[in-house]
């Protein structure tokens, strides 16, 4: 997947680097989106995208918005983010996008009118036809919608996406995976994400406090502004390479003093106890973070890509008055998913 950021497509030459040349797409169909978490709904618009690019012999692209339009106007306040940026081009690409191009949302962008945004896709872009959700809006005070692309000269696919949840019709969306992420029914948001949620990231230093308290843990870097679930959670971990491809026993392989850790549900991966919110026992800056506790695994993790794969819920975050008291909490919560995990098949 080619992935390009929407400034260095539209930019004039004269504004280009030296020795760089503009950018010319092939002509392609084309939806958008912020497409977080990629969930079956995206799928489905993805799947369409590729059927009419395939009939019609075009290429197929998504455009989506970073930040997140909300996380322009309102980051305070914003919704928690699925995916970041290096996981939705993960998925993207895994769903068969040839073209990825990054809008980025800012005050210039936001101030398009809706002609000179779809002067845009038509013109800069070679958008021949787009796949959109039936309620999508667009340029300055979202004053454009389908029917004005159809009206502009281009073909507009509008898809409608539900789902069977229990024998009912459930209409799939990004918030309604946070909102089950949130409660801790990783069950549901699965099947509203047609695969188990996973976070992936760098390993950060940290404060070092786990090691203390005889819980090391690996720090990972969240890239959002704050992550969709929070609380205690059996996981288990795999280490990627710069592709994003699993490296075989990476983990493993980073081992010391036969410590080994304990392996996990999927090929390659060690089991993990994680923690993920503002850690409200600890006196420190309240930020949010993930940290995995690997049981009987000693290692160097630092600046491995990992993927953290969500497999059960605990219980939410908990406040512990002092760090011995935490250090019991963590140990309490340790043996309960220890337990948990050899109760799984193997």
Same mark, same amino acid.
């Given at each position: 997947?080619?992935?390009?950021?929407?400034?260095?497509?539209?930019?004039?030459?004269?504004?280009?680097?030296?020795?760089?040349?503009?950018?010319?797409?092939?002509?392609?169909?084309?939806?958008?989106?912020?497409?977080?978490?990629?969930?079956?709904?995206?799928?489905?618009?993805?799947?369409?995208?590729?059927?009419?690019?395939?009939?019609?012999?075009?290429?197929?692209?998504?455009?989506?918005?970073?930040?997140?339009?909300?996380?322009?106007?309102?980051?305070?306040?914003?919704?928690?983010?699925?995916?970041?940026?290096?996981?939705?081009?993960?998925?993207?690409?895994?769903?068969?996008?040839?073209?990825?191009?990054?809008?980025?949302?800012?005050?210039?962008?936001?101030?398009?009118?809706?002609?000179?945004?779809?002067?845009?896709?038509?013109?800069?872009?070679?958008?021949?036809?787009?796949?959109?959700?039936?309620?999508?809006?667009?340029?300055?005070?979202?004053?454009?919608?389908?029917?004005?692309?159809?009206?502009?000269?281009?073909?507009?696919?509008?898809?409608?996406?539900?789902?069977?949840?229990?024998?009912?019709?459930?209409?799939?969306?990004?918030?309604?995976?946070?909102?089950? /992420?949130?409660?801790?029914?990783?069950?549901?948001?699965?099947?509203?994400?047609?695969?188990?949620?996973?976070?992936?990231?760098?390993?950060?230093?940290?404060?070092?406090?786990?090691?203390?308290?005889?819980?090391?843990?690996?720090?990972?870097?969240?890239?959002?502004?704050?992550?969709?679930?929070?609380?205690?959670?059996?996981?288990?971990?795999?280490?990627?390479?710069?592709?994003?491809?699993?490296?075989?026993?990476?983990?493993?392989?980073?081992?010391?003093?036969?410590?080994?850790?304990?392996?996990?549900?999927?090929?390659?991966?060690?089991?993990?106890?994680?923690?993920?919110?503002?850690?409200?026992?600890?006196?420190?800056?309240?930020?949010?973070?993930?940290?995995?506790?690997?049981?009987?695994?000693?290692?160097?993790?630092?600046?491995?890509? /990992?993927?953290?794969?969500?497999?059960?819920? /605990?219980?939410?975050?908990?406040?512990?008055?002092?760090?011995?008291?935490?250090?019991?909490?963590?140990?309490?919560?340790?043996?309960?998913?220890?337990?948990?995990?050899?109760?799984?098949?193997?």
């Amino acid at each position: 997947m080619n992935t390009y950021f929407l400034e260095q497509l539209i930019a004039s030459p004269s504004a280009l680097p030296a020795n760089t040349s503009p950018i010319d797409l092939a002509p392609c169909v084309l939806t958008i989106g912020n497409f977080d978490g990629v969930h079956l709904g995206h799928q489905a618009m993805l799947a369409q995208v590729r059927e009419i690019a395939q009939a019609q012999n075009f290429g197929s692209a998504v455009m989506i918005f970073e930040p997140q339009p909300r996380e322009f106007f309102a980051p305070d306040t914003a919704p928690a983010r699925l995916t970041n940026l290096a996981e939705k081009q993960a998925l993207l690409a895994e769903y068969g996008v040839e073209t990825l191009i990054v809008a980025g949302f800012d005050a210039d962008f936001r101030s398009l009118s809706a002609k000179a945004f779809v002067d845009i896709l038509a013109l800069r872009l070679n958008v021949k036809a787009l796949v959109l959700g039936d309620d999508f809006k667009f340029g300055h005070d979202r004053t454009g919608d389908s029917q004005f692309l159809r009206d502009y000269g281009l073909d507009v696919t509008n898809l409608h996406t539900v789902t069977d949840v229990s024998e009912k019709a459930v209409r799939i969306s990004s918030t309604r995976v946070r909102d089950l /992420l949130l409660a801790g029914d990783l069950d549901a948001a699965n099947a509203l994400l047609g695969r188990d949620y996973a976070i992936t990231g760098l390993v950060v230093g940290g404060d070092k406090i786990g090691r203390t308290m005889d819980f090391p843990t690996a720090n990972i870097d969240l890239k959002r502004l704050k992550p969709a679930l929070h609380g205690i959670f059996a996981v288990d971990v795999v280490s990627l390479d710069d592709d994003g491809n699993v490296i075989a026993n990476g983990l493993t392989a980073q081992a010391t003093d036969g410590k080994t850790g304990v392996a996990g549900l999927r090929p390659h991966s060690l089991f993990g106890t994680a923690s993920i919110g503002i850690r409200p026992s600890i006196d420190k800056e309240h930020n949010w973070r993930l940290e995995v506790h690997f049981p009987e695994l000693q290692a160097d993790l630092y600046d491995l890509t /990992l993927q953290v794969r969500f497999l059960h819920y /605990l219980h939410g975050e908990r406040h512990y008055d002092g760090l011995e008291a935490l250090k019991v909490g963590i140990h309490n919560d340790v043996k309960a998913l220890l337990e948990w995990r050899d109760e799984q098949p193997n």
